[in-house]
């Protein structure tokens, strides 16, 4: 089955600088990576998504990048702010939704004033 | 979006019984997931719940341990049977909701 590695597993950045994740999958035929956002006590939520038909999606802060020959994606955010502090976490999917999710092992970021 | 509401939200319980956690959804959802979290760890799918058809368990869970009920297209139930300690851990729901996933908050389960 699918395998996804994700590193770090903890970063430490200060405010207003960048964050970078970064995620391996073992299967080549996933062709869904969605990243989560997981508070406290809280469920993850999605935060941004990537298909295998594209190669960078961003969305203001927040932009995903997919090398499907290398078979990793990443994770950045610039201008971090303290309300980015939680576990991030990669996910993959051979189905083309976000159904049967293979998660990371997840990244705690601090954001630091 | 689906708003998912999960109960009870966290439970101790004692080894040798079961607990079941309730899962329901504000819309109509094809499928729901059912995930497991342990403490500091990643999620991991243990089945995935069809209304009208038996649950899809995941390599490492089975039916007798983790029974899910779908009886319509709102809600669904996982029951932990026969609980140890090694189950202890998050147990979330999950559904699609127009290609994104929306989870719950999670049942903290400890079992003692």
């Known amino acids: 089955g699918e395998n996804v590695e994700q590193h770090p597993s903890t970063l430490s950045v200060q405010e207003g600088d960048s964050a970078v994740i970064k995620c391996t999958y073992s299967?080549?035929?996933?062709?869904?990576f969605p990243w989560y956002k997981q508070e406290l006590g809280k469920g993850p939520q999605l935060i941004i998504d990537?298909?295998?038909?594209?190669g960078e999606k961003k969305d203001q802060r927040i932009a995903v990048t997919l090398n499907k020959t290398a078979k990793h994606f990443s994770l950045h955010i610039t201008e971090t702010q303290p309300e980015d502090s939680a576990v991030y976490f990669c996910?993959?999917?051979?189905?083309?939704?976000?159904?049967?999710?293979?998660f990371g092992t997840g990244t705690r970021l601090q954001v630091t004033l | 979006s689906a708003v998912i509401s999960q109960k009870p939200s966290r439970d101790i319980c004692q080894r040798g019984t079961s607990l079941t956690i309730q899962c329901q959804v504000d819309?109509?959802?094809?499928?729901m997931f059912w995930y497991r979290q342990q403490p500091g760890q990643s999620l991991t799918l243990i089945a995935t719940?069809?209304?009208?058809?038996?649950?899809?368990?995941e390599s490492g869970f089975v039916i007798d341990k983790f029974p899910i009920s779908r009886p319509n297209l709102t809600f669904s139930t996982l029951t932990v049977s026969n609980m140890s300690p090694e189950d202890s851990s998050i147990y979330l729901c999950s559904v699609v909701y127009r290609t994104e996933a929306f989870f719950g908050q999670g049942t903290r389960l400890t079992v003692v």
């Open positions: 990537i298909r295998s038909n594209v």
């Open positions: 719940a069809n209304q009208g058809s038996e649950a899809t368990y």
């Open positions: 299967d080549s035929a996933s062709n869904y």
């Open positions: 996910a993959a999917s051979l189905e083309g939704t976000a159904s049967k999710l293979t």
């Open positions: 819309s109509q959802v094809t499928m």
